[in-house]
């Protein structure tokens, strides 16, 4: 893995921290792996998948990085401030439930928009044939003589997923340095929302002996979906670096999709990509440009929990020595 390309990017090691007065109502021993502290506006989990993808990127003398996911995806978001600090252009494409509405004001589109990323909304039929759309305008801009990098939704593809791979050899050092006795975990728990994390910290955790099994909580789809995702990114992982192990146990979890919290709209958590970006506060009103009404859709949605934090959102990396007998209480084991 030492000869794939990577830029170091994200600022590590990131914290691994007990959560003592959770951990106490849970009854677990409980570790958290502060990913939300990877960086400052490109914090989050996708900085790690971008160091390779970006690194890949620059390799191939691209001048510009396109991607895609929903209006207000943290991946977007990261992958807009890292092309701007690499001096790359950045398009993206992301799907809103009214692509004629004009751009939000506030979380992620904004900050897409301070970063001068080039967006274009598309809706949610066109965005299930998103990877065809972007290799259409991938080859516009090459006649124009651009060089276009994809970047496939939440950068999960077998590059991308070395990110976590990465992060778990990061959580190993952490444990001989004696965070958490020094033992590995029982089970990691974390997020799911395009497959690359969960495929990542599977092979991670099995080369590091960080851990033998891990849940993947489905922000959204189905088990069985992001179990066809997980397959092929670990294919693709496995063709970059064909020394890698079997993966530690992988399952996911879809009793919560669609219910994540920070969710900026019951409607958005159902796609990948989209269910952890925060809504704006309940006291602001949405500012629009003179030029532009403000957005129906925005007007119109559902009551949702406000939290500014999570733009800078966490990859949850819970880990729990001895706990799981306890998990099974959380119906986090079969
Ligand atoms: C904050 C956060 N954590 C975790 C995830 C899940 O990561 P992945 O897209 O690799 O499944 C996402 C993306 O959906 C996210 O935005």
């Known amino acids: 893995m030492q000869q794939i390309p990577r830029l ?17 109502r849970l009854g677990v021993d409980l570790w958290i792996k502060r990913d939300d502290a990877s960086g400052g506006v490109e914090a989050g989990n996708k900085i790690r998948k971008l160091e390779y993808l970006l690194a890949d990127a620059l390799a191939r003398r691209a001048d510009l990085v396109m991607t895609c996911g929903a209006l207000q995806s943290n991946h977007c978001r990261a992958t807009a401030a890292l092309a701007a600090r690499l001096g790359l252009r950045c398009r993206v494409f992301l799907r809103a439930e009214d692509p004629s509405a004009p751009l939000p004001l506030h979380g992620n589109a904004l900050l897409m928009q301070l970063l001068g990323a080039e967006i274009t909304l598309i809706s949610a039929a066109e965005y299930r044939e998103r990877e065809a759309l972007m290799s259409a305008e991938a080859r516009r801009l090459e006649r124009l003589g651009r060089r276009p990098y994809l970047i496939p939704e939440g950068g999960s593809n077998g590059l991308g997923s070395l990110g976590y791979v990465a992060a778990m050899e990061e959580v190993r050092q952490q444990l001989d340095a004696g965070l958490a006795d020094g033992r590995p975990f029982d089970l990691i728990v974390h997020a799911c929302g395009s497959g690359g994390t969960a495929a990542g910290v599977a092979l991670g955790a099995a080369l590091h ?8 909580a489905a922000v959204c789809d189905s088990a069985a979906y992001f179990d066809r995702i997980a397959a092929r990114i670990d294919q693709e992982a496995r063709e970059l670096v064909p020394s890698l192990p079997p993966p ?9 999709a669609g219910r994540a919290p920070a969710t900026a709209s019951p409607r958005q958590s159902s796609c990948a990509s989209s269910s952890m970006s925060p809504a704006p506060p309940a006291s602001s009103s949405t500012p629009s440009t003179p030029a532009r009404r403000s957005s129906p859709s925005t007007a119109s949605s559902p009551p949702t929990l406000r939290c500014w934090a999570s733009v800078y959102c966490f990859s949850i990396q819970v880990a729990c020595p001895g706990s799981l007998p306890r998990a099974r209480r959380w119906g986090l084991s079969s």
């Open 248 to 256: 530690a146990s992988l399952s996911f979890e879809d009793k919560i």
């Open 8 to 24: 170091r990017l994200a600022h590590t090691p990131t914290p691994l921290q007990r959560l003592p007065r959770l951990a106490e």
């Open 209 to 216: 002996g960080v851990a033998p099994r891990v849940v993947a």
